[in-house]
Each structure stands twice: as structure tokens, then as C-alpha cells.
């Protein structure tokens, strides 16, 4: 079971990034149409993050709330140092 919710919340993860930037729905323009889709795409990370984390403990699932955890905050992380290693990559 914690490597199907893994699976899932990386996949949720990127489709919120790909929303977020403008590859899955509509292309943010402007500036406030950015703010506004990186906003929604955090209010959804942080919803998904918070309402899986409180049903798999009330379900008494301790390894799939470790994985649904560590998988929801390690890989923003993860994302965010491997934009970095690209960036740099391009000096």
C-alpha cells in the first residue's frame, strides 16, 4: 500500500507543478494570473498533504502515512535542488 501512495503523490505533485507553471490548463499571462495559479496549486498541495496524512492515520496505516508524508515533503525539496543543479549547470 505505501508504494501506491507514493506513486500517487508524486504524481500529484507534478501534475499541481505542470498546473502551477501553465504546461496543464491555461498559461498564466500576468503577473497576478501566476500568483493566483501558483497559489491554487499550493492551497491543493497543502490540502492533498493534510487530508492524506489524517485518513491513513485514521486508518491505521503507519507506513503509508511515513511514505505519503516523507514523499509529499521530500519532493518539493528534491524538485528545488534539482533546478538549482540545472541552473547552475548553464552559468
Known amino acids: 500500500m505505501a508504494a501506491i501512495v507514493v506513486l500517487v503523490d508524486l504524481l500529484v505533485c507534478a501534475v499541481l507543478l505542470l498546473a502551477s507553471v501553465g504546461v496543464i490548463g491555461t498559461e498564466p499571462t500576468t503577473r ?6 501558483w497559489q491554487s496549486a499550493g492551497q491543493l498541495y497543502f490540502g492533498w498533504l493534510v487530508v492524506g496524512a489524517t485518513s491513513l492515520a485514521l486508518l ?9 508524508v516523507s514523499t509529499m515533503l521530500l519532493s518539493p525539496i528534491a524538485l ?3 533546478l538549482l ?7
Open 80 to 82: 528545488f535542488v534539482l
Open 32 to 37: 497576478a494570473e501566476e500568483t493566483a495559479a
Open 60 to 68: 491505521r496505516m503507519p507506513k503509508a502515512l511515513l511514505a505519503h
Open 85 to 91: 543543479l540545472l541552473s547552475s549547470g548553464r552559468g
